[in-house]
T-cell receptor, first 116, second 115 residues
Framework: DVKVTQSSRYLVKRTGEKVFLECVQD?????MFWYRQDPGLGLRLIYFSYDVKMKEKGDIPEGYSVSREKKERFSLILESASTNQTSMYLC???????????????FGSGTQLSVL | GENVEQHPSTLSVQEGDSAVIKCTYS??????FPWYKQELGKRPQLIID?????GEKKDQRIAVTLNKTAKHFSLHITETQPEDSAVYFC??????????????FGKGTKLSVIP
């Protein structure tokens, strides 16, 4: 069974702090994603990565950066946290289909981040 | 970029009735359409997906239909049960085979099945 593990379930930080959200998957998936989930706004893609050291901006990358030094780990970084970054953050992973097609996303349990 | 509209935002049905959730998309190049279910306090999970080379796909009580001309797709749940209560998200993506993995999600539909 695929496991996508996010390091924290709940996190409280102060405005201006640097925040690291960690995500690890155990299925050797090529693709990893960071979404944020807000009530009434659905899931919005922040960044994704399709290979080690590769990253691509999603729909809302402003205020975030990412790091993928190892295949199994994808980190989301808030350089200077702000109150509008209070949200549920979901990590996901997927393997690449045989012809590079989209395949099923496996989500982590999420990190509820509160920035005070 | 792609824009996905999902309706309704909330839906209440009696147990045993059918539920239908509709989504429209803007980019005619989109060709992969998954549906995710998120129960309260849990992670989203894929329940069914469809690619644009088919018009309908069924899995027991769940079916998805796709109308490429009108750029809309729908989730149909028959004989609803209380455990179907959840938030459902549709999504669309260009499945180009060239490493394009950016799914755009709808805003979600909260389905409540009343016993």
């Amino acid at each position: 069974d695929v496991k996508v593990t996010q390091s924290s379930r709940y996190l409280v930080k102060r405005t201006g702090e640097k925040v690291f959200l960690e995500c690890v998957q155990d299925m050797d998936h090529e693709n990893m994603f960071w979404y944020r989930q807000d009530p009434g706004l659905g899931l919005r893609l922040i960044y994704f990565s399709y290979d080690v050291k590769m990253k691509e901006k999603g729909d809302i990358p402003e205020g975030y950066s990412v790091s993928r030094e190892k295949k199994e780990r994808f980190s989301l970084i808030l350089e200077s946290a702000s109150t509008n970054q209070t949200s549920m953050y979901l990590c996901a992973s997927s393997f690449e289909g045989p012809t590079g097609t989209n395949e099923k996303l496996f989500f982590g349990s999420g990190t509820q981040l509160s920035v005070l | 970029g792609e824009n996905v509209e999902q309706h309704p935002s909330t839906l209440s049905v009696q147990e045993g009735d059918s539920a239908v959730i509709k989504c429209t998309y803007s980019d005619s190049a989109s060709n992969y359409f998954p549906w995710y279910k998120q129960e309260l306090g849990k992670r989203p999970q894929l329940i069914i997906d469809i690619r644009s080379n088919v018009g309908e796909k069924k899995d027991q009580r769940i079916a998805v239909t796709l109308n490429k001309t009108a750029k809309h797709f729908s989730l149909h749940i028959t004989e609803t049960q209380p455990e179907d209560s959840a938030v459902y998200f549709c999504a669309a993506s260009i499945d180009s085979g060239a490493g394009s993995y950016q799914l755009t999600f709808g805003k979600g539909t909260k389905l409540s099945v009343i016993p």
